[in-house]
C-alpha cells in the first residue's frame, strides 16, 4: 500500500504571500485584484522579478528569490504604475527607455515617502526632484543616470508590456466565445484608494479604530446621524460639529431622559441609547435639540412657566422638521398641524389656556419634563468658556447661506425669519438704555431769538444771527424716580454700572436731579439727588426679602413728583411682586428673573 507524501509548501510562495500581507496593512493596498503567481517565460530577463501588463494584469515570477518586503516593494511597483495612468503610455506606443526611466523614478518616489517594504535594487541614496517631462528632455540630451537605467522591476526589460492574448485571472473558464479583456479606470481605482487611505488614518486619529488593519466598528444610530448632518445637511452642519453626544444609559435613567435633552451652555446632547429608534428619527431627534440650542429657547424663557415655553418651542421646532423632512418624527412626539406658521411666543399664548391638559404632554425627555437644560449635567466635562451667542448665530447663518446657495430645499418661513433675526444681535443693555431715557425722558426744547444776537454776530454784521433764548420765568425741568434695591443680595460691581450708566445718560438729557428711594425690607426716601451723587449716596444692607411696592408707591403719590416722570427699578429679582401705574423699566443682573410678567421693559446688566 503505497502512502501518499504531503507536498512541502514552496519557500518562495510563501515569501510571495508573506509580501502581500504586508501590502494588506496599507490602505492603498488592500485589493490584489489581478495580482498572480505564475512561472512566465517573459521573465526571463536577468534580474526581472515581475512586469505589468498594459490590461493591469500583475505576473510575479515563481523562481524568484526574495524575502516578503521586497516583494511588498515589488508588488506596489507594479500597483502605483497602474494608479498613476502609466499603462496608458504603454497601450498607444511602445515606450523609450527614457520614458520608463522617469516612470520608474515617479514611483520609486512614491514608495519611498511611503517607507513601505524594502527596495531590492542598489538605487541612489538621493532620488532626483523635478517634474517628469523635464528630467525626460534633459536625459535625452545627457543620458540617463546609471543608478536610474534599470530601476524597474523586470531587470534589463520594461516593467509594462504589451496587453497580452490571454490571461488566466481574465479569462472565462470556457472560451467558446471571443474573450474582450476588461479595461478597468486603475488611475480611479487609486483614487478611491487614496480617499479610503485617507478616511483611515482620520478614524486612527480620532480613536475610532486601534490601527490602519483594524476593523471599523459597527456606528450606532445617533452617530450615523450625527455624521449624516455634518456631511450632507449644511443648514446644520455647523451646529453639529459643535455639540457632543452623550450617549449613557444610567444617565439617561438618573435623568429620566426618555429620548434626548441638551445643554446649550456646554455644548452637549444627552441620549438614552436604549431608547428604540431608527437612524431617521435619531436624525430627528438631533436636529430638535440642535435647534432648542442654536434659537436659544433657554434664554427666552423670561417670566413664563419654564415647561409650558418648552412644551410651546417644541410645537414649533417638531412642525419645522416635519415641514422640512428632517428625518421621521417618533411616536408620542409633540406634533400639531392647526400650530403650524404660529412663533413659539403664540403658541405658548394659546395652549397656556388648558394646564391641566399639557402637564400630560411629554417632551423628548419626558412627561412633566423639560429638554432644554440650563446647566450642563454632573460628572460631565463642560467646554471652555466661549461665546455662544455668537457661534450659534454663524453657524445658522452660515448654514442658512449654505442651504440657499446649494438649492437644497425651501425652509419654513418661520424658521427663517428666527435665523435672520438672530444675525443682528440685540443690543446692549446700556445702548437700550439710552433709547428708553431718550423716549420717555426727554430733554427741554431750547428756541433761539432774534431778540438776543448770537455771540457771532460780530463776525457778520451784516448778517443777523439769533441767540439762545433763556426765559425769565422757571421752567419746569425733565426728571425720573430710582427705585433701588439695596438688600444684601445686590452686587455692588453690577449695582455701580448700572447707576454709573444712569448718571451719564441723565447728564446727557440735561436732567439736573433724579427722585431716589431705597428698598430692603422697607422703603427709604432719599428725596432728589443730583444723578452724580446718586451712587456715592447708595449703601448695601445686609437684610433679606426685599419690598419694592412701598417704594413705588411713595414715588407715585409724591406730590412733587411729576406725574409723567418714568421710573426706573433696579433689583436682583429676589423681590415681591409690584405693580406700577406710570410708565417704568426694570434693570436686573444677566441671568436674574423676575418673579412676575412685567410690563416695562427689562435691561439685563451684564459685565463689559
Not at 436731579?513 to 445686609?542: H, N, P, S, T, W
Request: glycine residues 8%; neutral net charge; charged residues 25%.
Amino acid at each position: 500500500m503505497s502512502r501518499r507524501v504531503a507536498s512541502r509548501p514552496d519557500p518562495r510562495e510563501e515569501a510571495w504571500r508573506a509580501g502581500l500581507g504586508l501590502l494588506s496593512a496599507h490602505g492603498l493596498f488592500r485589493s490584489f485584484f489581478d495580482v498572480s503567481w505564475v512561472d512566465s517565460p517573459r521573465l526571463a530577463q536577468a534580474r526581472g522579478w515581475a512586469y505589468v501588463s498594459t490590461t493591469g494584469d500583475v505576473v510575479c515570477h515563481k523562481s524568484v528569490d526574495l524575502d516578503a518586503d521586497e516583494w511588498a516593494w515589488v508588488v506596489a511597483h507594479a500597483l502605483v504604475h497602474r494608479g498613476f495612468g502609466h499603462l496608458r503610455e504603454g497601450r498607444r506606443r511602445q515606450r523609450d527607455a527614457v520614458e520608463a526611466a522617469v516612470a520608474c523614478l515617479s514611483v520609486n518616489r512614491f514608495l519611498r515617502e511611503l517607507r513601505l517594504g524594502r527596495e531590492p535594487l542598489p538605487l541612489p541614496e538621493v532620488l532626483p526632484r523635478g517634474d517628469p517631462d523635464v528630467l525626460a528632455q534633459r536625459w535625452r540630451l545627457e543620458g540617463i543616470p546609471a543608478g536610474l537605467r534599470h530601476a524597474g522591476i523586470a531587470g534589463h526589460a520594461d516593467d509594462i508590456v504589451a496587453e497580452q492574448p490571454y490571461s488566466p485571472l481574465r479569462a472565462p473558464a470556457r472560451r467558446s466565445v471571443p474573450w474582450t479583456p476588461q479595461v478597468v479606470d486603475w488611475e480611479a481605482e487609486f483614487a478611491t484608494a487614496i480617499a479610503r487611505a485617507a478616511a483611515d488614518a482620520v478614524d486612527v486619529a480620532g480613536g475610532a479604530r486601534e490601527s490602519m488593519t483594524g476593523q471599523r466598528p459597527r456606528r450606532r444610530p445617533w452617530e450615523l446621524a450625527h455624521a449624516w448632518f455634518l456631511s450632507s445637511y449644511p443648514l446644520l452642519g455647523g451646529l453639529a460639529a459643535h455639540f457632543t453626544l452623550v450617549a449613557d444609559a444610567e444617565l439617561a435613567r438618573s435623568w429620566s431622559i426618555a429620548f434626548a435633552a441638551v445643554s446649550a451652555s456646554a455644548g452637549e446632547i444627552y441620549l438614552n441609547p436604549l431608547a428604540n429608534l431608527s437612524d431617521a428619527q435619531w436624525r430627528f431627534v438631533l436636529a430638535h435639540e440642535m435647534l432648542h440650542a442654536a434659537l436659544r429657547h433657554g434664554d427666552r424663557v423670561g417670566g413664563r412657566d419654564p415647561y409650558l415655553w418648552n412644551i410651546a418651542t417644541d410645537y414649533v421646532i417638531n412642525g419645522w422638521l416635519v415641514e422640512m423632512r428632517v428625518g421621521e418624527l417618533p411616536d408620542g412626539v409633540l406634533h400639531d398641524a392647526t400650530l403650524a406658521g404660529l412663533s413659539a411666543e403664540a403658541v405658548y399664548d394659546r395652549i397656556a389656556t388648558d394646564l391641566r391638559r399639557l402637564r400630560r404632554l411629554a417632551t423628548l425627555r419626558g412627561r412633566g419634563l423639560g429638554d432644554i437644560l440650563g446647566e450642563p449635567l454632573p460628572y460631565i466635562d463642560a467646554r471652555g468658556a466661549v461665546d455662544l451667542d455668537e457661534y450659534y448665530r454663524r453657524a445658522l447663518a452660515t448654514g442658512l447661506a449654505y442651504h440657499e446657495s446649494g438649492q437644497r430645499g425651501l425652509l419654513p418661513s418661520g424658521l427663517v425669519e428666527e435665523i435672520r433675526a438672530l444675525e443682528h444681535p440685540p443690543l446692549a443693555w446700556d445702548a437700550r438704555l439710552a433709547r428708553w431715557f431718550e423716549e420717555f425722558v426727554p430733554t427741554p426744547e431750547r428756541r433761539r431769538s432774534y431778540a438776543r444776537p448770537s455771540r457771532r454776530q460780530a463776525s457778520t454784521p451784516d448778517i443777523a444771527r439769533p441767540g439762545w433764548w433763556e426765559p425769565e420765568e422757571p421752567v419746569p425741568r425733565c426728571t425720573f424716580g430710582v427705585v433701588l434695591d439695596t438688600s444684601g443680595s445686590m452686587d455692588p460691581r453690577l449695582l455701580g454700572l448700572a447707576l454709573g450708566a444712569i448718571a451719564s445718560y441723565a447728564t446727557a438729557r440735561d436732567v439736573p436731579r433724579a427722585r431716589v428711594v431705597f428698598c430692603d425690607a422697607a422703603a427709604y426716601d432719599a428725596g432728589y439727588l443730583e444723578v452724580e451723587q446718586i451712587a456715592g449716596r447708595v449703601r448695601v444692607r445686609g437684610r433679606g426679602g426685599t419690598v419694592l411696592q412701598p417704594g413705588i408707591d411713595l414715588l407715585e403719590r409724591a406730590d412733587e413728583f411729576p406725574t409723567d416722570a418714568p421710573i426706573l427699578v433696579i433689583t436682583d429679582g429676589y423681590c415681591d411682586v409690584v405693580r406700577v401705574r406710570r410708565e417704568h423699566a426694570f434693570l436686573v443682573p444677566q441671568g436674574a428673573r423676575l418673579p412676575f410678567t412685567p410690563r416695562g421693559p427689562v435691561f439685563h446688566v451684564a459685565a463689559n
